[in-house]
């Protein structure tokens, strides 16, 4: 009988910006496979997490993926959706509102974010009183002069990999102190779990180096002159992958057009803050999408109209404070829509 510690992670009521919660597990198995089968649900103090009531404080955490813990002997992570009582999902649980039971849409998600030190309370990079050299430099750099962080980066990479996660990548971003990593999943739910584990692992890691990690889409302020942190999502399902055919993809990216305010409602927090026109972005007030074109609210990739229209699209304005659940949630609502 070997004894294995199983981290719950579950995603708190905070509004609109849910942080991430996680409570340990030991429990004593035989011979523990890692499925999900052999996981029972548990229960939280919803009243501590914005999540019920002191008088009815329960909620419920339902297993939903499991993840062999790299930086833990005997080791899981747990992501968990919360539940009422009675087994309903909680308002806060924006897995549920998923509508892709048969996992036709693949997601590839780009998480950007700023690595800042708890000492200076600014992003890697910059000095106290004042800012390091313009951006410019920073962008996939490499050497000292321009790359900060990249010792936690790697090791981040490393962890995410050797967990299982389906991890596409890392660079350094425009900003100094800013990079990325990548995620894909076939199926809106798998892809949503696998950001909020990968989150996960990067707020732990820190814990270790003195950092911590910035989500909010315009750390540096609105006015200043340095990019901000998004969440691209990009998206396909069957239609978009195999039609073959502009006049198709020209329908589902107008059937974006008249629910700008519904995304924007579920894009992250202070994302009016990064989509302003400037530094990469499409203003929040307009709705546009173009080929390879950077400055839209959705780009059509090059490789898309390279395969003759069978690909993907990448909604731009997603902040990188965002829940990946909702994102995907609106997306999936609104492709559907789309008269094709």
């Known amino acids: 009988m070997a004894k294995i510690k199983l981290e719950y992670i579950w995603l708190d009521g905070y509004f609109p910006t849910q942080n991430m919660r996680s409570k340990t597990k030991v429990e004593e198995h035989e011979d523990f496979k890692g499925t999900l089968e052999e996981l029972g649900n548990w229960s939280f103090d919803g009243s501590s997490t914005k999540q019920a009531e002191g008088g009815s404080s329960d909620c419920i955490l339902k297993p939903v993926a ?78 000292g002069l321009n790359t900060h962080g990249r010792d936690l980066v790697e090791e981040h990479a490393d962890l995410c990999i050797e967990a299982g996660l389906n991890f596409e990548g890392i660079n350094q ?94 894009y992250g927090e202070f994302n009016d803050q990064r989509l302003t026109g400037k530094h990469e972005t499409a203003s929040i007030n307009d709705f546009s999408f173009g080929v390879s074109d950077r400055g839209a609210s959705i780009r059509i990739p090059i490789a898309t109209v390279e395969r003759g229209y069978k690909g993907w699209l990448e909604d731009r304005r997603p902040a990188s404070n965002g829940d990946p659940y909702k994102i995907a949630a609106r997306i999936i609502k609104t492709v559907k829509s789309a008269k094709v």
């Not at 499991?66 to 539940?83: A, F, K, Q, S, W």
């Not at 996992?103 to 780009?110: A, S």
């Not at 069957?238 to 073959?244: F, I, Q």
């Open 173 to 266: 971003e425009v900003a100094c102190g800013q990079w990325e990593f990548q995620l894909f999943a076939k199926g809106a739910k798998q892809a949503g779990d696998e950001i909020w584990v990968a989150r996960y692992l990067l707020d732990r890691l820190t814990e270790k180096y003195g950092y911590y990690i910035e989500y909010h889409p315009k750390p540096l302020g609105k006015d200043m002159d340095w990019n901000g942190s998004g969440m691209h999502a990009n998206f396909s399902n069957t239609t978009l992958r195999t039609c073959g055919d502009k006049a198709t993809y020209d329908k589902i990216c107008e059937a974006f057009r008249p629910v700008v305010k519904e995304h924007i409602e579920v």
């Open 66 to 143: 499991i993840y062999p813990d790299p930086d833990r002997i005997n080791g899981y992570l747990v992501m968990t959706e919360v539940l009422n009582p009675d087994g309903t999902p909680h308002v806060s649980n924006g897995r549920a509102t998923i509508d892709d039971e048969d996992d036709d849409f693949w997601f590839g998600f780009e998480q950007e974010y700023f690595i800042m030190d708890t000492k200076t309370q600014l992003p890697l990079g910059f000095p106290v009183g004042g800012y390091p050299k313009p951006q410019g430099m920073y962008y996939c750099s490499v050497g």
